[in-house]
């Protein structure tokens, strides 16, 4: 049976089935077998977990659900900015925007309602919550200072991390201004496949504490080696942070110097 022959929701099942078979051990090949997949879905779905976790792996229903919000109340916005301090369930490495929705849906009434992942995501632009993801393309290129680091250092990583079959991210952190009934926040953001985006946000400045627990959740859910590309913290000042590193050689952290990606990408983080 071909994959289109499948509804959208035996999919998803044989694609999660699929990367269950592949954490098992399992080849491709098995793994085709056992849940009548191709072999380019299967390999679709694995690259899918690894770079985005269990959420990544089924696949995403069109349109809006009935019943479902497009717009955030402010008893709403403020619940979620509390739960961005928090740590997502794991292997979650920071909040998404679907993992936002299904919390505020399981919320007591009058504050849990329905909404969309793209209602929270609209809810983060109003906000000056969505980053814009770390601009490289085109560095290897550059004839300058930043061309020279990422020749040197960013791109012999990531072709080091690729052929291992590993997964890239792109993350920062940054100061978040206040808005009215809303106090400005520290935030750790990271950018996977497709650019999609997790962060949690701190009221503080985050610690080594912090960038660890990203760093484990990271770990948790990949099966090779990673490689994250961060601006806006030297984690070379950090003694706990560099041990960290030395004892887990197949996480690649690549510090992004300040003036690396050029005025305008600062400026639209800013």
Same mark, same amino acid.
């Given at each position: 049976?071909?994959t289109?022959d499948?509804?959208? $929701?035996? +999919?998803?099942q ?10 098992? =051990? ?19 779905? *694995?690259?899918?977990?690894?770079? =985005?976790?269990? $959420?990544a ?12 919000? @497009?717009?955030l ?5 403020q ?5 961005l ?9 920071a909040w ?6 299904? /919390? ?17 995501e609209?809810? /983060? ?20 200072a930043?061309?020279? /680091? ?7 990583? +990531? ?6 079959d =590993?997964?890239? /991210?792109? =993350? ?8 009215? @009934? ?5 935030? +750790? ?33 990949a ?10 913290? *030297?984690?070379?000042?950090s003694?706990?942070?560099?041990? *960290? ?9 690549? @510090? ?12 639209? @983080?800013?």
């Open positions: 049976m071909a289109k499948f509804s959208p $929701e035996s +999919l998803s044989r694609r999660l089935k699929a990367v269950r078979l592949r954490l098992d =051990g399992q080849t491709v090949a098995e793994a085709c077998r056992q849940t009548g997949l191709s072999a380019p879905t299967v390999s679709a779905a *694995w690259k899918a977990f690894r770079e =985005g976790g269990w $959420e792996v089924p696949l995403r229903p069109r349109g809006r659900p009935a019943g479902q919000a @497009n717009a109340g402010e008893p709403q916005q619940a979620l900015e509390k739960q301090a928090a740590l997502p369930p794991a292997p979650l490495p998404s925007s679907k993992a936002l929705a299904e /919390w505020l849906q399981v919320q007591p009434t009058p504050l849990g309602v329905a909404v969309s992942a793209r209602a929270i609209h809810w /983060w632009d109003a906000r000056g919550l969505a980053p814009v993801p770390l601009a490289l393309d085109g560095l290897a290129r550059r004839r300058s930043a061309g020279r /680091w990422y020749r040197q250092q960013v791109q012999p990583s +990531l072709e080091s991390v690729e052929r291992a =590993g997964v890239r /991210w792109l =993350g920062g952190v940054r100061v978040v201004p206040a808005r009215p @009934n809303h106090p400005r926040c520290y935030q +750790l953001y990271l950018h996977g496949k497709r650019g999609a985006l997790f962060m949690h946000c701190l009221a503080a400045p985050p610690q080594a504490e912090h960038y660890l627990a990203l760093f484990e959740r990271l770990l948790q859910q099966d090779g080696p990673i490689a994250l590309v961060f601006h806006g913290a *030297w984690f070379q000042a003694p706990e942070i560099r041990a *960290w590193l030395e004892e887990h050689p197949d996480f690649h952290l690549i @510090n992004v110097p300040p003036d690396a990606l050029g005025a305008e990408s600062k400026r639209r @983080n800013v």
